[in-house]
Structure formats: C-alpha cells, structure tokens
C-alpha cells in the first residue's frame, strides 16, 4: 500500500511538472511573441522617424534661389525672350517632381564696358509676374570688341540676396570674358575688366551656399566660350557647360540644373548617420513596383541606401531625365 501511495505521489509530480512546464513554455512563447511586436514596432518607429527626416530634408531644399546672368549685348535677343517666356514652363516643370517647390528668381543682365546701362539687375522676388515683367524690359544691345563684362556681372551676382539652401546661378552667353588668357578674339581689356578678378569672383559665387549648395552652370551658344570655361576649370573652377545653341532647349537645362541642385542639397543636409537613396530612372518600371531595386547614385559620399526610395508625385521616368 505504501509503494502504491509512493508511485501515485511520483506520478502526480511528474503531472504537476509537466503542467508547470506547458505553463511555463506558455508564457515563454507569449514573452517572445510580445518581445518581437515590440521590437518591430520600434524599427518601424524608427525607420518612420528617418522617413520624416529624410523627407524634411526634402522639403527644405525645395526652397531655391535661382539666379540669371544673361548677356544682353546685341546678339542675345532670342534668349532674353526665352527667359522670359520660358519662367512658368521651368516652374511648374520642375514642381512635377518636387511639389513643395518654394522659388524665389533673380537677374543680372549684363553688357560690356562703356555701354550705356552695363547692368540691370532684379534682386530675388518670389513674384514670377515680377520676374517676367523685368526681363521683358531687357533690351539686347551694345558690345562692341567681342568679349564682354562678364567678370563685373559675376561680382554682381555676388551681391544678391542669397538666401535659400538651393542655390543656382545660370549664366547664359555667346562671348567670352575680357582676358587674353580667356579667349583669342580681339580685346580691349587684354588684362581683364579693370579691377576685378573674374576668377575671385567665381570662388565667391561657388563658396556662397550657406548650409545648403551653389549650382553654378554655363549655358553655352558658341565655341568662342570655350577657351573660358577651360581655363576656368584649369584654375579650380569647375562650371559644368550645357548645350543651349538652340533657346528652346533653355527650359530643360535650367529644370535638370534646378532638380540636380535639390538633390545636391538633401544629400548634404540630411542628418549625420542618416542614409536613404533616391530610386534609380534606368528602369521606370523597378522605380514604380520595386523600391529595394534602387540603384546608388554616384557621388554621394558616404550617404547609403535603404530599403525605401523618394518617389516624384507624378511617376513618368521622363520628369527625372
């Protein structure tokens, strides 16, 4: 009998430590379950709070100074025009990609030494109205030897208003400046426009970005420019040239320089440590169905990517050309 109650005792322990166990495994798979919704919660927090700094970042850049120095010596009339005409075609292109878009326009119209009005400038407006309305009362006359003053409206470049964390400046010209060591057509001013170091000059306007960028391009027309723009870059200024032979390719160049320069200006105002990538527009369909297929850009440093891309509010490849 006393074996009996001995055996029915083992076995009720070993019931008891089995229910303890299930009981115990239980709570050990609620545990973990638990543990892993909340560790999830919390990268998708995270990765949320990144998303909405990234897109900050975003939203800041499309805030753009955007700056014309136009030669407004004889030759130039078509393009004068197409500045004018052509202002709400590049703004509400450029707002297809970047919809929060904040655009301020400014102008320096320059001439040469001894004309009459050698410059007419419009400090940053936010007024397109305003803007069109200035260059439509550009007229396109004067120069005389060839090259032009471009070195005195670079330094009056400087002395705009820059103000916004994008910054671009569109220099649109068929001549060179004054310098001999820039150009071989004949030149009153072989040393240079008296005064002025166009290449002083330059540093200042491509060092002038604030906690942002400065686009600086050149709109080339002619071949007599590029005497210039080598010798610009052989002294460290590197100003990319884009073709604009034709005025009615004036609206793409501007749109492409204004976007490269959002894009410029996120990369370099996004949190440290922060990474994220733009989607690559080699492949419209992978920047439409699949975000993790997003390619690197080059020239991003030390930025990485994640597993989400920034999308254009209108998904046509052909906007991010």
């Known amino acids: 009998e006393v074996r009996s109650l001995n055996a029915k005792l083992d076995e009720r322990k070993c019931e008891i430590e089995a229910s303890q166990a299930l009981e115990t495994a239980t709570e050990l798979k609620i545990l973990k379950t638990e543990t892993k919704v909340k560790t999830r919660s919390l990268a998708k927090t995270m990765r949320m709070n990144e998303i909405a700094s990234v897109t900050k970042s975003v939203s800041a850049a499309e805030e753009v100074d955007l700056a014309f120095i136009i030669d407004c010596t004889g030759s130039m009339g078509s393009y004068i025009t197409a500045v004018k005409n052509k202002v709400n075609e590049i703004i509400a ?12 326009l400014a102008v320096v119209g320059y001439r ?28 396109a006359m004067g120069g005389g030897d060839g090259p032009e003053d471009i070195a005195g409206a670079i330094k009056e470049a400087n002395n705009l208003y ?30 240079g426009t008296p005064g002025i170091d166009i290449i002083k000059e330059l540093r200042i306007l491509q060092s002038n970005h604030g906690n942002g960028t400065m686009t600086v391009k050149f709109g080339r027309i002619t071949h007599y420019t590029d005497k210039m723009i080598r010798e610009f870059g052989s002294n460290g200024i590197m100003m990319e040239s884009v073709d604009v032979m034709d005025s009615s390719k004036l609206t793409k160049c501007v749109t492409a320089s204004v976007r490269e320069s959002i894009f410029r200006t996120t990369l370099s105002t996004v949190q440290t440590g922060m990474s994220f990538g733009f989607a690559s527009i080699s492949d419209p369909a992978t920047l439409l169905s699949a975000s993790r297929h997003a390619k690197s850009v080059s020239g991003v440093g030390s930025v990485s990517l994640k597993s989400y891309v920034i999308l254009p509010s209108k998904r046509d490849a052909h906007e991010w050309e």
């Open 112 to 139: 040469d030494l001894g004309d009459g009005s050698r410059f007419q400038v419009l400090d940053f407006t936010s007024s397109a109205e305003e803007f069109k309305s200035f260059v439509g009362g550009l007229n």
């Open 93 to 104: 292109g450029i707002k297809r990609t970047n919809t929060s878009l904040r655009m301020r």
């Open 162 to 191: 820059w103000q916004n964390l994008s910054r671009v400046a569109f220099l649109i010209a068929d001549a060179p400046c004054h310098g001999t060591q820039f150009t071989d057509l004949p030149d009153s001013y072989p040393a």
